[in-house]
T-cell receptor, first 114, second 115 residues
C-alpha cells in the first residue's frame, strides 16, 4: 500500500461547480496534512494545511480531515478556470520530533471547464 | 520578501557527470529540504538540512549529497548521473518550529535533463 494515495484524475468540473479532491494515507499516527497546487511546469504552492479532525475553511477552499478513516479532502467551491492544476496531498507522518519530511501523493489533475 | 530561489533553472548533463544545484531559502527560514519530482509523480523527499547538518534522509543513494552553509543556503550534489536522475529538483524551506502548521515553501525548481 502506498503511503499517500490520490486519484490521478483527470477530474473535470464545470465553472462554478464544487470540485472534490480526495486523499488517503497509511500512517495512522500522521500529524499534519497539506494541500499544494501545482500548475504545469511550476513548483507546488501551499494552499491549505490541517491537523485536527474536522473542517478548515479559507475562502473558496475547505479542507476536511478524518483521522479515524485516514482520509483528507479538499473542496473548491465556485471553481474557476484558473483553478485548473494538479493538486498534491502531503502528509507529515509519525516519528515525533525526528520526522520532518512531507510525503506526497501523485496528485490529482483538475480541469475546470468554462 | 524574497521567496525560495534556486539556480540554475535548467540544466543538461551527460550520463556519468556530476551536478550541483543551489538554493537560497526564504528570508527567516532555517531549514532546507530537497525533493525530486519525476514527470507525472509527486515530489520525493531526498534529505533535509538544519544547522548545517543532514537531519533526515529519504531513500536515495549516496550519489546524492548536500550541504548547508551558515547563511542557511544549500547545495544538492549528484554524482555519476544516470538517465533516471532526469527530473525537477525542488528546494523547500521552512522555519523548524513552523513545519507542523505551515509546511514548506518551494522554490521554482531546477529542471535537470541527463542525456
Amino acid at each position: 500500500q502506498k503511503e499517500v494515495e490520490q486519484n490521478s484524475g483527470p477530474l473535470s468540473v464545470p465553472e462554478g461547480a464544487i470540485a472534490s479532491l480526495n486523499c488517503t494515507y497509511s500512517d495512522r499516527v500522521s500529524q499534519s496534512f497539506f494541500w499544494y497546487r501545482q500548475y504545469s511546469g511550476k513548483s507546488p504552492e501551499l494552499i491549505m494545511s490541517i491537523y485536527s479532525n474536522g473542517d478548515k475553511e479559507d475562502g473558496r477552499f475547505t479542507a476536511q480531515l478524518n483521522k479515524a478513516s485516514q482520509y483528507v479532502s479538499l473542496l473548491i467551491r465556485d471553481s474557476q478556470p484558473s483553478d485548473s492544476a494538479t493538486y498534491l496531498c502531503a502528509v507529515r507522518g509519525s516519528g515525533g520530533g525526528s520526522n520532518y519530511k512531507l510525503t506526497f501523493g501523485k496528485g490529482t489533475l483538475l480541469t475546470v471547464n468554462p | 520578501d524574497a521567496g525560495v530561489t534556486q539556480s540554475p533553472t535548467h540544466l543538461i548533463k551527460t550520463r556519468g557527470q556530476q551536478v550541483t544545484l543551489r538554493c537560497s531559502p526564504k528570508s527567516g527560514h532555517d531549514t532546507v529540504s530537497w525533493y525530486q519530482q519525476a514527470l507525472g509523480q509527486g515530489p520525493q523527499f531526498i534529505f533535509q538540512y538544519y544547522e548545517e547538518e543532514e537531519r533526515q534522509r529519504g531513500n536515495f543513494p549516496d550519489r546524492f549529497s548536500g550541504h548547508q552553509f551558515p547563511n542557511y543556503s544549500s547545495e544538492l550534489n549528484v554524482n555519476a548521473l544516470l538517465l533516471g536522475d532526469s527530473a525537477l529538483y525542488l528546494c523547500a524551506s521552512s522555519l523548524t518550529g513552523g513545519i507542523v502548521n505551515y509546511g514548506y515553501t518551494f522554490g521554482s525548481g531546477t529542471r535537470l535533463t541527463v542525456v
